[in-house]
C-alpha cells in the first residue's frame, strides 16, 4: 500500500527531477530524513528514493524528540534537538536504511558526532560520508584534523584498510 508519505514524496522528486531535467549539469540528490520516523515508515521511503533516481539519503536531521537523559532546564523547549543525545538513534535509524537500501543509496552518516569514535560507529552503520554540525560548533575548525586522525587511528586498529572497507560492518545487529 502507498502512504499518504511516500505519495507527497514522491511527488516533491518528481517535481525536482522536472525542474533538473533542463540543466547543463545534473548532481547528486540527496534526501534528508528525520531520526523520529517510525521504523516501518523507512522501507517504504528507501524504496521510493531508489525508484525516483535519488542518489542518497542523510541520516539525520535534528530530533524532536527529548531523550530521558538531558538535564538542563531547557529539555522541554520545542524545537530541533541535535549533537549528542542524537547520536545513538541518528545511528540506529542510519543502520536501518542500509540494511533497506541494500548497496541502492550512499549513506551520509550525521547525528551527534563529535570523535573519531563516533566517526567510526557511522561508517560502521553504513555511511560513507560523515557530517559534523552541532561538534563543529563547540569545537571549532580543530575538530577535523582531531577527528581524521581518530578515526584513521581506529581503522588501522580494527584492521580495516580504509573507510570502505568499514562502512556497514555493524549492520547486522539489532536497531
Ligand atoms: C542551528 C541548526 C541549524 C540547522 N540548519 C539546517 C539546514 O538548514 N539544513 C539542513 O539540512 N540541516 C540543518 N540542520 C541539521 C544539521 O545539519 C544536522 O543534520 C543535525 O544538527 C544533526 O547533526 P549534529 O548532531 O552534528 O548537529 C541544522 C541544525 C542546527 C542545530
Known sequence: ?????????????????????GLPRQPPLLVKIAPDLAEE????LVETCVAQGVAGLIV??????????L????????????????????TAVLRACFRLARGRLTLVGVGGVASGADALAK????????????????AGPGLVPRLKAELAALLRREGF????DAVGTDAQGST
Open 1 to 21: 500500500m502507498i502512504s499518504r508519505g511516500e505519495e507527497r514524496l514522491a511527488g516533491i522528486l518528481a517535481a525536482i527531477a522536472a525542474t533538473r531535467a
Open 41 to 44: 515508515a523507512l522501507g517504504p
Open 161 to 164: 584498510t580504509g573507510v570502505a
Open 123 to 138: 561508517i560502521r552503520a553504513g555511511a560513507s560520508l560523515v557530517q559534523v554540525y552541532t561538534g563543529f560548533a563547540y
Open 60 to 69: 539525520s536531521n535534528t530530533t524532536i524528540a527529548r531523550p530521558e537523559s
Open 71 to 90: 538535564r538542563s532546564p531547557h529539555r522541554a523547549e520545542a524545537g530541533g534537538l541535535s549533537g549528542m543525545p542524537l547520536l545513538e538513534r541518528s
